[in-house]
Structure formats: structure tokens, C-alpha cells
T-cell receptor, first 112, second 118 residues
Framework: RKEVEQDPGPFNVPEGATVAFNCTYS??????FFWYRQDCRKEPKLLMS???SGNEDGRFTAQLNRASQYISLLIRDSKLSDSATYLC?????????????FGTGTRLLVSP | GAVVSQHPSRVICKSGTSVKIECRSL??????MFWYRQFPKQSLMLMAT?????????EQGVEKDKFLINHASLTLSTLTVTSAHPEDSSFYIC??????????????FGDGTRLSIL
């Protein structure tokens, strides 16, 4: 089983739709979680950190479910510019240098 | 916000050439930097963790003699791909974390270097 798993998609949605991605992780002791956005042939850019209490930033909401070991990202009112690959990243507890393990990413395509 | 600069952004060279990639944190100190490789349609794969003033920690399967890492200061880490071959062609990305003692800070990525070996 991979340490971090994501549905690769693509998720095809119309503008204005609400879409949600999940990301599961295998290490129950993982302590930090992040969502990154990666555009084609570009570097990943931090979208948001994921806190235990959940957090919201405009149209984006991230949640953590420790019992089921997954994090989620909800995008409301999708824009064309939201089209990208969304990577989840998990920091396992037993990594001395606090390295991150990334999922393969979920591709989102928002159409007019 | 934190900025990480990576140079060069694109390299095309002949097989057998050694290529050096620089990663700089521009507005913060980074005791730890990370080097990733990403093949098309695949995830970021951590190659090694670069620690200022000490040897890098390589992930399993990554040849330390092939991928030389030097982290000489709190703002600069370099990755040298020695005697590069076509199979080394990939997107190489560095990241850095701010030097803070509390909490867990996210990693900030450089622009990446697209390496093509002919």
C-alpha cells in the first residue's frame, strides 16, 4: 500500500460546480498535512495547510479525518483557473528531517 | 512570502555531461532543503534531504555518487548530476523549509529544472 494515495482523476466539472478530493495516508502517526497545486510543467505551490479543526480559505476548504486517515479538499464555485493537479502531502512523524511524502495528484479540469 | 529560487530552469546537454543545479532561499534561512525528481505524469519523488553543514541523507535507491549534494550555507544547496545519461532526464525540484523552532512549516518549492540529456 502506498504511503499516500490519491485518485488521479481527471475530474471534469463545469464552472461553478463544487468538487471534492480525498487523499488517504497509511501512517497513523502522521502529523502535518498540506494541499499543493501544480500546474502543467510547473513547480508545486502551497495551497493550504490542513489543521485538525479544518480550515477554510475563500472557496477552498480542507479537512482532516484522523480516524479514517484521510484529508479532503473542497472547492466551491469552480473557476476555469482552478484547472490543475492537486497534490496532497503528508509528514510522517518518524522522519527526522520532517520530509514530506506526496501523493500522485488529482487532476481537475474545469470547463466553461 | 517565502521565496525559493532555482537555477537553471532548463538544461539540454549531451550524455556524459555533469549538470549542477542551484537552490536558494531568498528571504529566509533554510537549514534543510529537499531535492525531488518528477517524471511525466508521476508524483514528486524525494531524492535526498540536504542539511546545512553536514552530509545529505539519500532515499533508498538514489545513488549518492551520482547525485552530489552540497549545502554550504543556510541559503544555498546544490545538486550535481554527474555523468548524466538520457534516463536522468526529468524535472528536478528543490524545496526549503523556514528555520523555525515551533510548529510545522510547509515546504516552499523552487521553479524546478527541466533536464534533458541527449
Amino acid at each position: 500500500r502506498k504511503e499516500v494515495e490519491q485518485d488521479p482523476g481527471p475530474f471534469n466539472v463545469p464552472e461553478g460546480a463544487t468538487v471534492a478530493f480525498n487523499c488517504t495516508y497509511s501512517n497513523s502517526a502522521s502529523q502535518s498535512f498540506f494541499w499543493y497545486r501544480q500546474d502543467c510543467r510547473k513547480e508545486p505551490k502551497l495551497l493550504m495547510s490542513v489543521y485538525s479543526s479544518g480550515n477554510e480559505d475563500g472557496r477552498f476548504t480542507a479537512q482532516l479525518n484522523r480516524a479514517s486517515q484521510y484529508i479532503s479538499l473542497l472547492i466551491r464555485d469552480s473557476k476555469l483557473s482552478d484547472s490543475a493537479t492537486y497534490l496532497c502531502a503528508v509528514q510522517p512523524l518518524n522522519t527526522g528531517f520532517q520530509k514530506l511524502v506526496f501523493g500522485t495528484g488529482t487532476r481537475l479540469l474545469v470547463s466553461p | 512570502g517565502a521565496v525559493v529560487s532555482q537555477h537553471p530552469s532548463r538544461v539540454i546537454c549531451k550524455s556524459g555531461t555533469s549538470v549542477k543545479i542551484e537552490c536558494r532561499s531568498l528571504d529566509f534561512q533554510a537549514t534543510t532543503m529537499f531535492w525531488y525528481r518528477q517524471f511525466p505524469k508521476q508524483s514528486l519523488m524525494l531524492m535526498a534531504t540536504s542539511n546545512e553543514g553536514s552530509k545529505a541523507t539519500y532515499e533508498q535507491g538514489v545513488e549518492k555518487d551520482k547525485f552530489l549534494i552540497n549545502h554550504a550555507s543556510l541559503t544555498l544547496s546544490t545538486l550535481t548530476v554527474t555523468s548524466a545519461h538520457p534516463e536522468d532526464s526529468s524535472f528536478y525540484i528543490c524545496s526549503a523549509r523556514e528555520r523555525v523552532s515551533l510548529g510545522s512549516q510547509p515546504q516552499h518549492f523552487g521553479d524546478g529544472t527541466r533536464l534533458s540529456i541527449l
